[in-house]
């Protein structure tokens, strides 16, 4: 494929411990994927390879048709990420936080702005713009990072369990605003999780699990008349 988000039999080792082995998979322009694993599975590793934090030279990585080892700087600018670990600087205002990533990216000034206005509301944020980030709930201070991460117009977002330490309602929240951007604006989503009320019966699955790929395909297809709960368990052969 050659926009969207490709992985093909990529592999990483931390020495002797093989962290991924072989993963391959396909994420369409304007789809929603879902990296279901436990904790462990070699998600993070993933990501880490998927935003050049780790490079390895076993297997490919395609962002938007750009290859990650030949055009590295091009395939991270059709790229969004939201981290695990939260990275806005509380001392700042959302507006600030937003302004300096923009810089990064070479815009300033009218433009700059404007898309941070248009990011912000497109995660229904934009009233709160001037508040300290320090201020905000743990929802809203995930909101505003995938506002950050949509500034520069990425085709591609990567969310590396952006739900962790959020209560069943901002969880719930932010899961339902990160499908709507995929399906209103056409972004290919990537979206790393352990929980499967997270994961939409329309959304690509793709289950990792000891750093293999156990399965992939529509998530309703794959479970059938299955909880996608049970499903997962079983597919994984987590005890209940």
Known sequence: ???????????????????????????????FAALLGPNG????????????LFTTREGSIRIAGFDMSRTPRQA?????????????????????NLSYFAALHGLSGREAQQRINSSLDRLQILERAGEKTRDLNGGHRR???????????????????????????????ITD??????ADEGLTVLWATHLTDEVFDTDQLVVLHQ????????????????P????FLQTTGIAA
């Open 143 to 173: 909101r505003t990072e995938i506002a950050r991460a949509l500034i520069h117009a990425p085709s591609v977002l990567l969310l590396d369990e952006p739900t962790v330490g959020l209560d069943a309602a901002a969880r719930q929240s």
């Open 228 to 231: 996608l709960k049970q499903y």
């Open 177 to 182: 605003h990160v499908h709507r951007l995929c």
């Open 1 to 31: 494929m050659s926009t969207g988000l490709s992985v093909t039999s990529v592999s990483y080792s931390y020495g002797a411990k093989q962290a991924l082995r072989d993963v391959s998979f396909d994420v369409a322009p304007g789809q």
């Open 41 to 52: 599975a070699g998600k993070s590793t993933l990501f880490s390879l998927l935003t050049r």
């Open 76 to 96: 991270l600018q059709k790229m969004g990420v939201v981290f695990q670990s939260q990275t806005l600087d509380l001392d700042l205002t959302i507006r600030q």
């Open 211 to 226: 750093g293999r790929i156990l399965a992939q395909g529509p998530s309703a297809t794959l479970r059938g008349d299955t």
